[in-house]
């Protein structure tokens, strides 16, 4: 099992928000980067569209919400529709290397544990791009908080199909090398060790509920749901969780 489909299995029990932090941790990059009523917000790796939903409903934004897998792109359109967002929430298949986008369109671009994924040497120069002189970018993004043990990093690339990261500080320094001006930088790293309780709480009886269904249908799903949790266990102490803001030096060509 990889990540994307433990993932796929905890949408499917209503969990709205995998990564650390939850809607908390959304809601201070979305402020760092000053989104409100009129902005115009990338979110990047958008998923189902929770978070571009969120975003619209909550602070009056307009989204446009990518994502590179078909099956993601159809479920956030499905829920801008029961949600009434289409004016608001636009969703495109898109890839965030070759970005479908006019330079200079967006006030924000927001990503949440996406980057990791990326050639970040090819992705970086297009989120500046997109982005008006002075827009912000904020990343949340899994971190090292130490050196991995030999095997970690290996097997966190294979279970995340290519992941790769750096401690906060490589993450701040990248942001710099990218014509950002850094605002606002996290650590929230103590947050990993309440994974688990977040999903349960999350899910409420009724989600529980359906993945305990799913873990009686499928008893291989069990297995991979134990690895992946020792993966984690694996990497306590050396994984962390944080973010970074910074806003887009205009160039003198702007």
Not at 7 to 30: I, S
Not at 138 to 164: H, I, K, N, S
Not at 219 to 229: I, S, T
């Amino acid at each position: 099992m990889t990540v994307s489909d433990a993932d796929r299995v905890m949408y499917e029990c209503g969990v709205e928000v995998l990564h650390p932090g939850g809607r908390d941790k959304t809601d201070e990059m979305a402020r760092a980067c000053q989104v409100g009523p009129g902005s115009r917000v990338l979110d990047l790796g958008g998923g189902r569209g929770t978070t571009a939903c969120y975003l619209a409903h909550t602070y009056g934004c307009d989204v446009v919400a990518i994502d590179t897998s078909p099956d993601m792109v159809d479920a956030a359109l499905r829920l801008v529709h029961e949600r009434g967002l289409q004016d608001q929430v636009s969703v495109v298949q898109a890839d965030a290397h070759a970005l479908p986008f006019a330079s200079g369109c967006f006030d924000a671009v927001l990503i949440e544990c996406v980057t990791t994924m990326l050639d970040r040497a090819r992705a970086f120069p297009e989120l500046r791009r997109v982005l008006t002189a002075g827009g912000y970018l904020g990343d949340l993004e899994m971190t090292y908080r130490a050196t991995p043990p030999p095997g970690l990093d290996a097997d966190l690339r294979e279970a995340w199909g290519g992941f790769t990261t750096m401690p906060l500080d490589g993450w701040r320094d990248l942001f710099v090398a990218n014509g950002f001006e850094v605002t606002h930088v996290e650590d929230f790293s103590d947050r990993m060790e309440h994974l688990g309780r977040t999903f349960v709480k999350d899910l409420g009886v009724a989600g529980v509920a359906r993945l305990t269904g799913k873990l009686l249908a499928r008893p291989g799903l069990v297995r991979d749901l134990a690895g992946w949790e020792a993966l984690l266990r694996r990497g306590r102490g050396v994984l962390g969780y944080g973010y970074v803001v910074g806003r887009r030096i205009a160039a003198p060509s702007d």
